[in-house]
């Protein structure tokens, strides 16, 4: 089982200038998920997907491998199949070497467990054939169906076309239990996805972890 470790860390960041290089327990952000990554034996290699030289320096630095990317698939609305797809062309022809998996490690989430990644990487690799992707997610304490949005001053139900009353007055556990994706990690298989308009697919396995802290803002760094 060929894996690679894929940490995509573009220079743009409207909410927090250079976020993946800022300080975090006195590391720069990407080097804790380089770190972690390098500790998981299954792992071939460690890549940072980049469009800039300053982050390429410290990823090697940190013992990462570098892929440039052009700054076309680095933008503020690119998608993650962009730089997956192009990591995947670039090792495919410049390394001959072709990937079962890639584990896209988010620069974001610094404080991952190894405990947790290493029974992730254990689980993905003996479910291989049932999964198309394989995404963290933690558990939410209310349902979409209590939440809002805002529309013309009021607040309004996200299901009002669909959902009759005050439903979102309802006791919570009437409702399923509700998760949402994190940065932990996910799996995806570069096969799958380069053949297809799909990066996840219809078969998404879970694997449910606590939340952890993801960077967002400046005080997250706090």
Not at 28 to 43: D, E, Q, R
Not at 61 to 69: D, P
Not at 198 to 222: A, C, H, M, R, S
Request: glycine share 2%; charged share 30%.
């Amino acid at each position: 089982m060929r894996i690679v470790a894929i940490i995509p860390a573009r220079k743009g960041s409207k909410g927090v200038k250079n976020k993946n290089i800022k300080i975090y327990k006195k590391k720069p952000l990407l080097y804790h998920s380089i770190k972690v990554a390098l500790k998981l034996n299954k792992v071939d290699k460690v890549i940072v997907s980049t469009d800039s030289k300053k982050y390429k320096f410290l990823a090697e630095k940190f013992g990462a491998q570098v892929i440039l990317r052009p700054k076309k698939i680095s933008q503020d609305y690119s998608v993650d199949k962009e730089y997956l797809l192009h990591a995947y062309k670039f090792l495919k022809e410049k390394e001959n070497y072709v990937a079962d998996l890639f584990f896209l490690l988010r620069p974001t989430c610094p404080d991952r467990d190894i405990k947790i990644l290493k029974k992730i990487t254990n689980y993905a690799i003996k479910n291989f054939k049932k999964y198309t992707s394989i995404r963290t997610v933690h558990a939410l304490n209310n349902p979409p169906q209590k939440l809002f949005q805002i529309k013309k001053n009021y607040l309004q139900g996200f299901f009002n076309n669909v959902l009759k009353g005050e439903y979102h007055a309802e006791p919570r556990q009437k409702y399923p239990l509700t998760y949402s994706p994190n940065s932990f990690l996910d799996v995806i298989k570069p096969r799958y996805f380069s053949n297809k308009k799909k990066l996840w697919g219809n078969k998404i396995l879970p694997f449910v972890t606590i939340e952890y802290k993801d960077i967002d803002k400046k005080e997250d760094f706090n």
